[in-house]
């Protein structure tokens, strides 16, 4: 019998853990049914509140319930990472824990698996359920970087998917510290395949995503996959220098042969202004990729484990 593991990071999620707990169990009763086995894995990111007590009543009272518990909150990214490296089974599947990626949905992935996919993607049919600003940035996020990079991500996909165990070691096996799982995830490869579906609303607690926090990961995404920025600002520096040289030319003819009077303060401000605001977008964007390889170059753990309960 195959053996299923759902990954559910959480941070501070007492009022959601018990709901999904109870719809796990009737989805676990179901899939045995159909031959498989299915257990939970839930990575408690440093939650404040009442998360790991209730954790650690679940584990005490159901044997397919087990949790890794890190020292400090390191994010969702490291949360999930640290979910494929200790989950155990031949399927994994990540989810949320407020119940906005259904349990009734695995099904139909476990169906295209065993037709022969190695990955198969949830993809939200509509966004109705998120603000009006959220879809307009998830759109546009997802344009940009596939515009700019080589990897392409399916639009309107989280991180709620079926993958095999081949590819979850493959994943694990990366390198990086700076984790943009969607894209570590998309870039192993291998046979995929989309089902659409229609994505809930929150049954209890409130999303812990921001938009600031929105911003850096979408910018982290972008910068992890694609070296685009840098080589539009070395295309633009060298237009502009182009430019510049030629009304360096122009400003010498006019001084041989008509002179130049006094006046031109405002085009010279605007001028300075404008190729100042440009150096500093174009420091920022150099900023933003040097910070990462620093980053990187420290090789810090993604995560620190404080006790893994089973």
């Given amino acids: 019998m195959k053996q299923i593991c759902i990954i559910v990071p959480v941070y501070n999620e007492e009022l959601s853990i018990d709901t999904f707990f109870s719809e796990f169990l009737k989805f676990k009763e179901t899939l045995f049914e159909k031959g498989y086995a299915a ?13 790991p007590t209730i954790l650690n009543r679940l584990i005490k009272e159901n044997t397919n ?5 890190f020292s400090r909150n390191f994010g969702k990214e490291a949360a999930l990472f640290a979910g ?16 906005q990626d259904p349990f009734e949905l695995i099904f139909e992935m476990i169906t295209a698996y065993e037709k022969g996919a190695d990955v198969v993607l949830a993809r939200r049919s509509n966004r109705g359920t998120d603000t009006v600003v ?12 596939n515009k700019m990079s080589t990897l392409k991500l399916e639009e309107n996909v989280g991180d709620f998917r079926l993958m095999t165990r081949q590819v979850v070691n493959e994943i694990v096996s990366l390198q990086e510290n700076q984790l943009f799982m969607k894209g570590l995830m998309s870039w192993v490869g291998f046979e995929t395949v989309v089902v659409n579906y229609s994505r809930p609303s929150r049954t209890e607690g409130k999303t812990k995503f921001n938009y600031i926090k929105l911003w850096n990961l979408a910018v982290q995404g972008i910068t992890s996959f694609s070296t685009l920025p840098l080589k539009v600002w070395t295309y633009f520096g060298s237009i502009i220098a182009f430019i510049s040289f030629l009304y360096g030319l122009k400003i010498i003819i006019e001084k041989i042969f008509f002179g130049i009077s006094a006046s031109g303060y405002a085009s010279l401000m605007v001028a300075i202004l404008f190729f100042g605001g440009v150096q500093l977008i174009g420091i920022g964007v150099l900023g933003e ?4 390889t620093y980053l990187e170059s420290k090789r810090r753990p993604r995560y620190i484990l404080k006790h893994k309960s089973e």
């Fill in 39 to 51: 257990s939970v894995l839930f990575v408690d990111d440093g939650s404040k509140d009442q998360t």
């Fill in 65 to 69: 319930c087990k949790a890794l518990v």
């Fill in 84 to 99: 494929l490296e200790h989950a155990e089974g031949d399927l994994m599947v990540p989810m949320d824990v407020d119940l």
């Fill in 134 to 145: 959220k879809r307009f940035s998830a759109q546009w996020f997802y344009r940009l970087n």
């Fill in 289 to 292: 990729y040097l910070g990462r």
